[in-house]
């Protein structure tokens, strides 16, 4: 092909492509402090040295497709701690652990939020945590579920490819230290926005989200860099995809790894 029409069909093509549609990642994704458009962060540490204050996870999606009359979604996290089982201070929810009562569920947006949207601005959304489930994927996990809803009058309706807010985990500081303190603080985990449940008055027409929204790991978090944090018996969760490792290896080790 000459050289002049070779470009020119490049041309064309480029054309074309500035042209197609986006596509739009159906997802869900889970940050630290702020949604992901917003700048909220993968992993977060904490000294372990008070009780008072906390940590928020904050938790959203994206939508492949429209979608008409949304009254509410129902969520699934699920947490691994680093070693073979549970510590006292990631036991949370149930009557009588450690931690009992540190956490809880909120559906108030930060003001300083510009790319990311609340999915039901003009309703009151309303919801909590459902269950706690110890050890249900692993000795080392905990399973978080959670629902929110607006009332039968306030349905929404909620858009393609738009970040969503869906809602805020606030864990508090409490028992980290000192006298009656739970063992665990520092020990690493890993937390993953396992599903999502968009739903609707017809249960023929919800959309349920999983996987990363915000390409690989965004639908992860981990607590103190989350290296070894892994679910121990269960894949494909058998990782964590935004762990940070801390290893540093030789260039003969690195090699090795290809050989």
Known sequence: MRPALRTAWLLIALACLAQAPAVHAAGVFLRWDQCYGDGGVSNKNFACDTNTGSETLVAGFQLGADMTQVN????????AAAG???PAWWQLGQAGTCRSGVTSMDFVISPGAVHCAE?????????????YQLHFLSPNSIRINAACAVVPGELQNVSAGQEYFAFNLVIAHRRSVGTGSCDGCSIPACIHFTRLKVNTP?????ALLSGPANGTGSDFVTWQGGVGATFITTPPLGWCAAATPTVKRTWGAVKALYR
């Open 72 to 79: 509410g979604n129902e969520a699934i996290l699920d947490v």
């Open 84 to 86: 073979a089982s549970l």
């Open 119 to 131: 999915w039901a601005p003009s309703a009151d959304v309303g919801g909590g945590f459902g269950l």
């Open 202 to 206: 017809d249960p023929l027409t919800f």
